[in-house]
Each structure stands twice: as structure tokens, then as C-alpha cells.
């Protein structure tokens, strides 16, 4: 084991350091480890193709809803299918788009992850140098003078860029959760449709209702996680490929073979030029055979790069091409079949069973956008963008398996609400086209943001893939535009409710964020007070709970002031999230010193990264005692060693120190330690062989006797008892705001306040344990 130790002051006092606990292990991957995340990918194959595949159940009919008039315009729809399903799932989502994951997680918030490292975009203003050391802070640098760097000046200049940018973020998130309520609807519905083609005297109603039961059990059954029934998930989608695949080659020979001529780009001119305005407001149908690629870049982490472009190329493209294909050879000599036009199609020997299989597909399709919609509602609450929720793990084994209760039950009554509402694919169809044409501007302008920045490409190439991405994007924007009466207001007014939800939440956020940095104790007032603090120091450990990286909170001198005692030691709890997908748990906790040794007084920072959940750290507590138990004996070393010639806290020297370190464990090390103090101004390395130094072996051995002592101080502390103290804040908006923020502060956030998680659930705080202080914040 290596230990690292970093020492930073204090902005207000030179009495403080801080260091950071990183003990980095040197072990191989756990063989069994390896093999569960393999077998979990096998199984999630079949949760991120699923939703493109099911498309062919119903893009002819929302392409053509009021019929077929010239069998010409077939293959002009045809043609237009390849070559968006080309342009956009292959060349732009799956060799480009998949490309700018953050480690292996995709999606809107990942992408914004990596923004944010790379310029200071952030508008929390939590974050702390040593954060940038982390070993998952990848990020790039560039020269001063390049493109990227006149872009990344450009986007930190003004406030108004950056929430320019966490806005656009925000309407690509809402219009994601829209797909979450709109896949499962027509989906189903369109599966479920197939039981009125076998039986043609069946009314509506009771397509809706299977529908609408399916519904309610895959809803319900979001609890159990996929880790139980995920193993079928890549068979379903791999047998429902194949079927899709060999049906459309079957109906192309049977039907008409001419229809291949499609791949010829002159009828997509043809058709727009024979149509007019209906061929254009066609493209809305058009578009729902590229549904599901946001959902692809979203599952995106169960999978490496490679392997989504070689099934995607290999498997899914041909099969698609061929059922799109067979359908319209199929709709050349059958017309007035259009409405069903996939079901009419299937040969009568099979058609049950591919019934079934359309039916367990349509609910795999779904179970894709249901979990991509809690993965990125699970991000936004990371970064302080979405009202504290309930987070479960629904598998011991991955961490990227969760469940939202609260969320998945309001998609549930939405989609409900939808199938029932609309009663037909038409209109769903029209309302599903808006959020994914949406969302895919959104993925392009972030790109963009990516291939300069991250990626330091040449703006030339940046301009060619931003212009061909626009043009094909705001082509389908500008038909969807004509359907916003006809159904497509439904994502907008979805995703307006989650964005006044979203955008009010962080506002408030930050501006509770801004009036504790603002109100902070300053470090001269705590010296003052003495050792004692001007009060009675009673046994025992307070955790007080702050969401401040830096100086000591507001609540603390309300605490102190209003109270007559207060415990022999105090530690100020910070738990932020940064813009990284996980913080590695042996690098997790930063601890500082306030003030001189005799205060009693530490900070300890737990950090946390978007996919991290905290309650999965039951032993939190102690984690967080082993880090402050090894600050102090490596302070201890560190100050034993301040008398050597060979040791500058500011200077670049090497001190030679004692082998006989202690691990979190309190076990003699022999080990080489890599020990790295920083100050403010610098970070020096100071390493300890096995060879120690006589001079710094004597000073080791004068200190410690004050190691054990406040070893045994903290631990009789800690056997007294360990309160938690956490501010109940109340936020209002201050006299003379404008109205709008008024709204904002004392009705909307006040409200998320009031029925989100209370900070002492999320921490896991013992109820006899916990002590809230009560305060009103004027922002």
C-alpha cells in the first residue's frame, strides 16, 4: 500500500492543513469481478438496441396516416429511411457520438461532465484543486494560443454563457425523461396492435387495455431491477433482429425486388418534389426509424465502444435495412394495408409467434428508455440539477443498476395517460418525434463543445460535422413543427414541467450555495473564542453536516451562539459530487485541521462522482473515522520531521523518513511510502526508503507521545458518543427581488424543499443522533 498525503492552507489562517487521504492499492482486478461485468454486458445487449429495433412496428403509418396515394412515394419514404438511419445511428451516434463517453458513461449529463472539466462551466462553485488529482479527472490540456483555448476563455468570461449551456443540458435531460413516458406508449401499443389484425371486429378499446395492462406490470415491476430477467433480454432482441431481418429479405423476393432501387438518393429529391408540404410533414413519420439512439448513447456504459460498432454494423443495420425494406416491397402490392403494414406482412405460419416476440421486444424497447431516463435523472441529482430523490440499487453486484420509486411511478401514470389519451400510434408517434429531434440538436451543440475542447479537433472538421449534423437535425425540427397540434405538444409541456423543475432547483441551489460562502465564519472570530470556543466542551464527537469544501459555515456560530455547550471534538461533514462518473473509494475522503491542535476542529470532505450512490457506503462513519485517524498520525510524522535539514514545507527537498508508518488499520507499514505535501503555492514530494534518516528517527520519536495522546483523545471521544448536527434551512427570497424570483424561491423550491429527502435520510443519520438547527437564509 502507498499512502499520499497533500497539506494545503487555509485561505484566512496559516494554523490549518489539509490532507488528503489517498491510499492507493496496488491489487489486480478481481477475476470474479470481471467475469460478473461481463455477463452483465451479455445481458444488457438487449436493453440498448431495443428500442431502435421495434421502430419498423409503426413508421410506415406515422409516415403515411392518411394513406398511400402513389406507390412512388414508397420508395421515396424508403430512401429517406437509409439514408437517416445512415446519417445518424451509424456515422454520427455510433462511430462519433459514442466516442465522447466519459469513461464509459454516455448520455447528456456525461458529456457535460467532460465540459465541465475541461473549462470552468461549473456554476456550484464547490470545487477545490485537489479534486483535479483525482485518477478518474481525466482531462486534456492545450496551448494557450490554440482554438480550444479561445473557446474555453470564451465560455468562462460571462455567467450568462455557462447557464446558456447548463440550459441546453437541461432541455436535452427533459426531452430524454419525455422519451421515457413515450417509448413505453407506442411500443406497446403497436405490439399490443397485433391481436386486431388477426381479429379485424376487435374494437380499439381493447388494444388499449392489453396495452395499458402491460404497462402497469413492466412499471411495477421496476423494483426487481433487470438483474433477474436481464439474461433474456439479448436473446429477445437477437431472435427479433433475425425475424425482422429474414421476413423483409422473404417479402422483398415474394413481393417486389424493385423496391432496392431505394438506395439511390435522386427519390428522396422525387418524393419531396411530388409531395410538397405533405412530403415534408411526412419526415415526422420518417424520423421514428431512428428513435432509440439517445437511448443507445445513454446504456452506453454496460458496453466498450468497439463492441456497440461491430454489433450495431454487423446485426442491427442489415436486419433493419431489410425490414424496412420488405415492408414497403409488401405496401407496393397492398396499399390500404399501411395502418398495419408490419403484421400484415409476417407469413401466416409464423405470425403468433412473432407476435410474441414483437410483444417481448416492444417491453425490452421500453425497460431501455426507462432505464436510461432513472440513469440520467440519477446524474442531474449528482450535480445539484434535480430534487433530492429516493435512489435504490436493485443489484448487489453492478453499480449501474437503479430504481427510482418516486420517478418511475409518475412515467408510469404519464404513459398511462398518454396511451389512453391518444388511443392511436399517430398521434404518439407525432409526440415521440419532437422529443427525439430535440434532444438530438441538443447531443449536436454539446458535441461540438466536445470535438474542441476535448478532443482539440480542427475546426474545419468541427464546422463539417456541426453543419451536416444541423441540417439533417433541422430538417426533421422544421417537420415536426408542423405536428406540435396534432400530438406534439405533449414532450413540450412535459419537458417544460421538468425544466421549471430542474432549472428552479438549481437556482436555488446555487443561491444557497453563494449566501453560505458569503456568510462564513471567519477564521479570527474562531480564534478568539479560545480553545474552549466560549463554551462548555462536552465528550463526544459532533458531525456537522455542511454543504461548504472551505471555511467554516454560518451554522456553526449559529449553533454555538444559542447553545451553551458544544463537544470536545467538532468535524465539519462536506459530501459533494464532481463532475466524474466515480470517485475511487480509497481517494474519497479529504481532511483538514481548523484552527491550532487544542480546537479539537476538522473537516473532512467525502467526495463523490454522478454515478457514486452515498447510501451504498453503510459504513460511512467509519470510513470517515479511519481517514481522520490516519491524518493524524501522519501529521504527526510530518510535524516530527519539521526539525530535519532535509525537509521545507515550501521548498523542493526529500525528507528520508521512519518506516514504521500506520495504515488505516493502525498496522506497522515497511513499505516504501510516496508521502506528497502541498501548500498553497506548491506540492512536494516527500519520499520515505526503507534507509531512515537518524536525525528525523528522533524526532519521530519525540512526537509520538502526542500522536497516542490525541489517538486516544479522538477514540474516548468517539466511545462517548457521536451526534449528527445538520441545518434545517429555510430559503426566502430577499425584500426587493423581483417577482419572478420570488415565484421561484418562496413557492416553487420552497415546495421541492418540502416534499424532496431530508438530508438526514440521505445521510443515513440515526434518528437519536440527530440535531438540527434551524435557520432562514435571505437570497
Not at 484552527?595 to 452515498?614: E, I, S, T
Request: charged share 15%; proline share 3%; net charge neutral.
Amino acid at each position: 500500500m502507498a499512502a499520499r498525503v497533500e497539506i494545503d492552507e487555509d485561505n484566512e489562517t496559516n494554523k490549518g492543513s489539509m490532507w488528503v487521504l489517498d491510499q492507493k492499492l496496488d491489487q489486480p482486478m478481481d477475476e470474479e469481478a470481471g467475469r460478473l461485468r461481463n455477463m452483465y454486458r451479455e445481458k444488457s445487449l438487449g436493453v440498448v438496441y431495443g428500442d431502435l429495433g421495434t421502430s419498423p412496428l409503426y413508421v410506415f403509418y406515422n409516415t403515411f396516416p392518411h394513406g398511400i396515394d402513389d406507390p412512388e412515394d414508397i420508395i421515396g419514404a424508403l430512401s429517406l429511411i437509409i439514408y437517416s438511419l445512415t446519417l445518424i445511428p451509424l456515422l454520427k451516434y455510433v462511430f462519433i457520438v459514442c466516442r465522447a463517453n466519459d469513461s464509459g458513461q454516455g448520455g447528456t449529463f456525461a458529456l457535460y461532465s467532460l465540459l465541465c472539466r475541461h473549462a470552468k462551466v461549473i456554476t456550484i462553485p464547490n470545487q477545490h484543486r485537489t479534486d483535479e488529482e483525482l485518477t478518474t479527472y481525466s482531462r486534456s490540456t492545450f496551448h494557450e494560443k490554440s482554438f480550444a483555448a479561445k473557446t474555453k476563455r470564451w465560455l468562462e468570461h460571462q455567467t450568462f454563457r455557462k447557464n446558456a449551456l447548463l440550459m441546453l443540458v437541461l432541455v436535452g435531460t427533459c426531452m430524454v425523461i419525455g422519451d421515457g413516458i413515450l417509448t413505453p406508449a407506442i411500443s406497446v401499443l403497436s405490439a399490443s396492435g397485433g391481436i386486431k389484425v388477426d381479429h379485424p371486429h376487435m374494437s380499439n378499446g381493447v388494444v388499449v387495455l392489453v396495452a395499458v395492462v402491460i404497462l402497469v406490470g413492466l412499471f411495477s415491476m421496476q423494483h426487481y431491477g433487470t438483474d433477474r430477467v436481464g439474461w433474456l433480454f439479448a436473446p429477445i432482441v437477437l431472435l427479433w433482429f433475425l425475424l425482422i431481418g429474414g421476413i423483409g429479405m422473404l417479402n422483398i423476393w415474394k413481393y417486389d425486388s424493385s423496391v432496392l432501387k431505394a438506395f439511390s438518393p435522386v427519390y428522396i429529391y422525387r418524393y419531396f418534389r411530388r409531395g410538397g408540404r405533405d412530403g415534408w410533414t411526412s419526415l415526422g413519420g420518417i424520423m421514428l426509424s431512428i428513435t432509440g439512439t439517445e437511448a443507445l448513447f445513454a446504456d452506453l456504459a454496460h458496453f466498450p465502444v468497439s463492441a456497440i460498432q461491430i454489433a450495431f454494423t454487423v446485426v442491427v443495420f442489415p436486419c433493419l435495412l431489410l425490414a424496412y425494406s420488405g415492408q414497403a416491397a409488401y405496401l407496393m402490392n397492398h396499399q390500404d394495408h399501411v395502418v398495419d403494414a408490419f403484421y400484415r406482412s409476417i407469413p401466416d405460419s409464423i405470425y403468433w409467434p412473432v407476435f410474441i416476440v414483437a410483444t417481448a421486444a416492444a417491453i425490452v424497447a421500453s425497460q431501455a428508455t426507462i432505464s436510461a431516463t432513472f440513469s440520467i435523472i440519477k446524474q442531474a441529482l449528482a450535480l445539484g440539477c434535480f430534487p433530492r430523490v429516493k435512489v435504490v440499487h436493485t443489484s448487489k453486484k453492478f453499480l449501474g443498476q437503479i430504481y427510482i420509486p418516486d420517478i418511475n411511478w409518475i412515467l408510469m401514470i404519464l404513459c398511462i395517460a398518454v396511451t389512453a389519451g391518444f388511443k392511436n400510434q399517430s398521434q404518439i408517434g407525432n409526440a415521440y418525434g419532437t422529443a427525439v429531434v430535440i434532444v438530438m440538436l441538443a447531443t449536436t451543440l454539446l458535441m461540438t463543445l466536445i470535438m474542441i475542447l476535448v478532443w482539440r479537433c480542427h475546426w474545419i472538421l468541427v464546422l463539417i460535422f456541426t453543419a451536416l449534423s444541423l441540417v439533417v437535425e433541422c430538417t426533421y425540427f422544421s417537420a415536426v413543427l408542423f405536428k406540435v397540434d396534432q400530438g406534439g405538444w405533449v414532450p413540450l409541456v412535459i419537458a417544460a414541467a421538468f425544466l421549471v423543475i430542474m432549472y428552479v432547483w438549481h437556482y436555488g441551489t446555487v443561491k444557497r450555495y453563494e449566501f453560505e460562502m458569503h456568510s462564513k465564519v471567519s477564521m479570527a472570530w474562531i480564534l478568539g473564542l479560545g480553545p474552549s470556543l466560549g463554551l462548555v466542551r462536552v465528550p463526544g464527537i459532533g458531525l456537522v453536516y455542511t454543504e461548504l469544501a472551505r471555511g467554516v459555515p454560518h451554522i456553526f456560530s449559529h449553533f454555538i451562539t444559542n447553545l451553551p455547550a458544544i463537544h470536545s471534538v467538532v468535524v465539519f461533514v462536506c459530501v459533494k459530487y464532481l463532475p466524474v462518473y466515480t470517485v475511487p473509494e480509497e481517494e474519497r475522503f479529504l481532511v483538514k485541521r481548523i484552527g491550532p491542535k487544542n480546537f479539537h476542529m476538522f473537516r473532512c470532505v467525502a467526495r463523490y462522482g454522478y454515478k457514486d450512490l452515498h447510501k451504498k457506503d453503510e459504513n460511512f462513519e467509519k470510513k470517515l473515522f479511519d481517514s481522520l485517524f490516519l491524518f493524524v498520525r501522519l501529521e504527526t510524522m510530518m510535524e516530527g520531521c519539521s526539525d530535519s535539514d532535509e525537509y521545507s514545507l515550501y521548498g523542493q527537498q526529500t525528507l528520508q523518513s521512519t518506516d514504521g508508518l500506520l495504515n488505516n488499520n493502525g498496522n506497522s507499514t515497511s513499505s516504501n511510502q510516496d508521502l506528497t505535501m502541498s501548500s498553497v503555492d506548491s506540492i512536494v514530494p516527500v519520499k520515505s526508503p526503507l534507509h531512515v534518516n537518524s536525525t528525523v528517527m528522533s524526532s519521530s520519536q519525540m512526537s509520538s507521545h502526542t500522536e497516542t495522546d490525541e489517538l486516544e483523545f479522538l477514540n474516548s471521544c468517539r466511545d462517548a458518543g457521536v451526534v449528527h448536527i445538520l441545518g434545517n434551512t429555510v430559503v426566502r427570497a430577499s425584500r426587493g427581488s423581483k417577482f419572478y424570483k420570488k415565484i421561484a424561491i418562496d413557492y416553487i423550491y420552497a415546495f421541492l424543499r418540502k416534499i424532496c429527502r431530508e438530508n438526514s435520510v440521505i445521510f443515513n443519520v440515526p434518528h437519536e443522533s440527530l440535531l438540527n438547527v434551524g435557520q432562514i437564509f435571505y437570497v
